[in-house]
Nanobody
Framework: QVQLVESGGGLVQAGGSLRLSCAAS????????MGWFRQAPGKEREFVAA????????YYADSVKGRFTISRDNAKNTVYLQMNSLKPEDTAVYYC?????????????????WGQGTQVTVSP
Protein backbone atom coordinates (compact mmCIF):
# COMPACT_ATOMS: atom_id res chain seq x y z
CA GLN A 1 0.00 0.00 0.00
CA VAL A 2 1.13 3.52 -0.81
CA GLN A 3 -0.42 6.68 0.54
CA LEU A 4 0.09 9.90 -1.39
CA VAL A 5 -0.34 13.44 -0.12
CA GLU A 6 -0.10 16.40 -2.49
CA SER A 7 0.72 19.96 -1.50
CA GLY A 8 1.77 23.22 -3.09
CA GLY A 9 -1.35 24.21 -4.96
CA GLY A 10 -2.78 27.70 -4.83
CA LEU A 11 -3.76 30.81 -6.75
CA VAL A 12 -1.27 32.35 -9.16
CA GLN A 13 -1.43 34.87 -11.97
CA ALA A 14 -0.88 33.84 -15.57
CA GLY A 15 2.82 33.59 -16.31
CA GLY A 16 3.63 32.65 -12.74
CA SER A 17 5.03 29.46 -11.25
CA LEU A 18 4.09 26.86 -8.69
CA ARG A 19 5.78 23.71 -7.44
CA LEU A 20 3.63 20.80 -6.42
CA SER A 21 4.92 18.10 -4.11
CA CYS A 22 3.64 14.60 -3.50
CA ALA A 23 4.86 12.79 -0.43
CA ALA A 24 4.55 9.01 -0.42
CA SER A 25 4.44 6.61 2.48
CA UNK A 26 6.23 3.29 2.54
CA UNK A 27 9.76 2.01 2.09
CA UNK A 28 9.54 1.01 -1.58
CA UNK A 29 8.94 4.41 -3.18
CA UNK A 30 11.90 3.88 -5.49
CA UNK A 31 10.06 0.92 -7.06
CA UNK A 32 7.14 3.06 -8.23
CA UNK A 33 6.56 4.95 -11.42
CA MET A 34 4.93 8.26 -10.48
CA GLY A 35 2.54 10.43 -12.43
CA TRP A 36 0.68 13.71 -12.26
CA PHE A 37 -2.83 14.11 -13.64
CA ARG A 38 -5.28 16.98 -13.55
CA GLN A 39 -9.01 17.46 -13.76
CA ALA A 40 -10.73 20.71 -14.60
CA PRO A 41 -14.42 21.28 -13.80
CA GLY A 42 -16.65 19.46 -16.25
CA LYS A 43 -13.73 17.70 -17.90
CA GLU A 44 -12.18 14.27 -17.68
CA ARG A 45 -9.00 13.63 -15.77
CA GLU A 46 -6.01 14.05 -18.05
CA PHE A 47 -2.39 12.99 -17.97
CA VAL A 48 0.17 15.70 -17.25
CA ALA A 49 3.55 14.06 -16.62
CA ALA A 50 5.20 10.86 -15.44
CA UNK A 51 8.59 9.77 -14.20
CA UNK A 52 10.08 6.30 -14.03
CA UNK A 53 11.01 4.59 -10.77
CA UNK A 54 14.67 5.66 -11.12
CA UNK A 55 13.96 9.12 -12.45
CA UNK A 56 15.79 8.28 -15.63
CA UNK A 57 12.77 8.64 -17.89
CA UNK A 58 10.13 11.33 -18.03
CA TYR A 59 7.14 11.94 -20.25
CA TYR A 60 4.88 14.97 -20.68
CA ALA A 61 1.58 15.84 -22.22
CA ASP A 62 2.02 18.10 -25.23
CA SER A 63 0.05 20.83 -23.47
CA VAL A 64 2.68 21.20 -20.73
CA LYS A 65 5.88 20.23 -22.52
CA GLY A 66 8.54 22.90 -22.08
CA ARG A 67 6.68 24.52 -19.18
CA PHE A 68 6.36 21.76 -16.57
CA THR A 69 9.12 19.57 -15.11
CA ILE A 70 8.58 16.39 -13.14
CA SER A 71 11.28 15.17 -10.78
CA ARG A 72 11.66 12.89 -7.80
CA ASP A 73 13.80 12.49 -4.71
CA ASN A 74 13.75 8.84 -3.71
CA ALA A 75 15.56 9.59 -0.47
CA LYS A 76 12.65 11.83 0.55
CA ASN A 77 9.87 9.67 -0.95
CA THR A 78 8.70 12.72 -2.85
CA VAL A 79 7.83 13.59 -6.43
CA TYR A 80 7.60 17.16 -7.66
CA LEU A 81 5.93 19.04 -10.47
CA GLN A 82 7.51 22.39 -11.25
CA MET A 83 5.04 24.46 -13.24
CA ASN A 84 6.25 27.57 -15.04
CA SER A 85 4.59 29.99 -17.45
CA LEU A 86 1.21 29.00 -16.09
CA LYS A 87 -1.89 29.66 -18.16
CA PRO A 88 -5.55 29.98 -17.12
CA GLU A 89 -6.21 26.68 -18.91
CA ASP A 90 -3.88 24.98 -16.41
CA THR A 91 -6.50 25.56 -13.73
CA ALA A 92 -7.52 22.19 -12.31
CA VAL A 93 -7.23 19.84 -9.38
CA TYR A 94 -3.86 18.13 -9.69
CA TYR A 95 -3.48 14.53 -8.58
CA CYS A 96 -0.42 12.48 -7.85
CA UNK A 97 -0.50 8.78 -8.77
CA UNK A 98 1.73 5.74 -8.29
CA UNK A 99 2.13 2.31 -9.80
CA UNK A 100 4.70 -0.36 -9.05
CA UNK A 101 6.16 -0.92 -12.47
CA UNK A 102 9.28 -0.02 -14.43
CA UNK A 103 7.76 1.59 -17.50
CA UNK A 104 6.04 4.94 -17.89
CA UNK A 105 2.22 4.94 -17.74
CA UNK A 106 0.20 7.78 -19.26
CA UNK A 107 -3.40 6.75 -18.60
CA UNK A 108 -5.40 6.82 -15.39
CA UNK A 109 -6.03 3.09 -15.45
CA UNK A 110 -2.28 2.51 -15.43
CA UNK A 111 -2.00 3.68 -11.83
CA UNK A 112 -3.04 1.95 -8.64
CA UNK A 113 -2.70 4.63 -5.99
CA TRP A 114 -3.95 8.22 -5.94
CA GLY A 115 -3.65 11.25 -3.73
CA GLN A 116 -6.53 13.47 -2.71
CA GLY A 117 -5.59 16.27 -5.10
CA THR A 118 -4.51 19.88 -4.76
CA GLN A 119 -6.22 22.85 -6.42
CA VAL A 120 -4.29 25.03 -8.84
CA THR A 121 -5.99 28.20 -10.03
CA VAL A 122 -4.41 30.47 -12.61
CA SER A 123 -5.97 33.90 -13.00
CA PRO A 124 -5.77 35.82 -16.30
Amino acid sequence: QVQLVESGGGLVQAGGSLRLSCAASGRTFSSYTMGWFRQAPGKEREFVAAISYSGGSTYYADSVKGRFTISRDNAKNTVYLQMNSLKPEDTAVYYCAAVRRRGIATTSDGYDYWGQGTQVTVSP
